[in-house]
């Protein structure tokens, strides 16, 4: 069995309650099940096998994190001519150094694409990778295609693992 798999069934889903707020979650969680089942999708992208890019220090001055999103599920779609590269040289052009990334496609429309392709072009920015991360894998791909720093969402990791994504995020830099 896939560890990422094991992870999620014995550590994740017993700590998901029956409210609404949880349901949301657990629909979520859900998703990154089948994500596991059927191998780490990566919405078409194929990460590069090491990264490339320098790590920059997420937290700089001005200390403003910007945020590169589509849509959400509350909101719908932001704009009809949304284009990740547009949105961050607008930042980057305006003085802003922490740019979030949202890669989570089914719910909020991201990529690992529009995250590595910022970097690349702006590897002086400090990227925060915005996903439903629940494994190992997924700190090593968010690592290789060049995020600076990681959203890990403790309500839907027990101690435990999020101990071990924390320290495995730390110890990449």
């Known amino acids: 069995m896939n560890i990422c798999l094991h992870i999620l069934f014995t550590k994740i889903l017993p700590f998901v309650s029956g409210d ?4 949301k979650l ?6 990154e099940k089948t994500k596991i089942e059927e191998g780490i999708d990566t919405g078409g ?3 590069p096998k090491t990264r490339t890019v320098p790590i920059s220090e997420f937290g ?3 200390f403003i994190i910007t945020e590169v999103k589509k849509k959400s599920p509350s909101k719908g ?3 009809g001519s949304f284009n990740h590269m547009e949105s961050a040289s607008s930042y980057i052009k305006q003085g802003m150094k922490n740019i979030s990334v949202i890669t989570e496609k089914n719910y909020f429309a991201g990529s690992l694409k529009y995250l590595y ?3 690349k072009k702006y590897p002086e920015a400090a990227v925060l990778r915005k996903d439903f991360l ?4 997924d700190i090593e ?4 295609c060049g995020a600076d720093a990681l959203l890990l969402i403790a309500s839907a990791l027990d101690t435990e693992l999020l101990e071990k994504l924390y320290y495995l995020t730390v110890e990449k830099g």
Request: charged residues 20%.
């Open 134 to 137: 629940i494994c190992v894998n």
């Open 60 to 62: 700089q001055e001005p």
């Open 141 to 144: 791909v968010s690592y290789k």
């Open 26 to 31: 657990m629909k979520l969680l859900q998703n």
């Open 117 to 119: 392709e910022i970097k």
């Open 20 to 23: 609404q707020h949880d349901n």
């Open 45 to 47: 992208f194929v990460p």
């Open 77 to 79: 779609i932001f704009t």
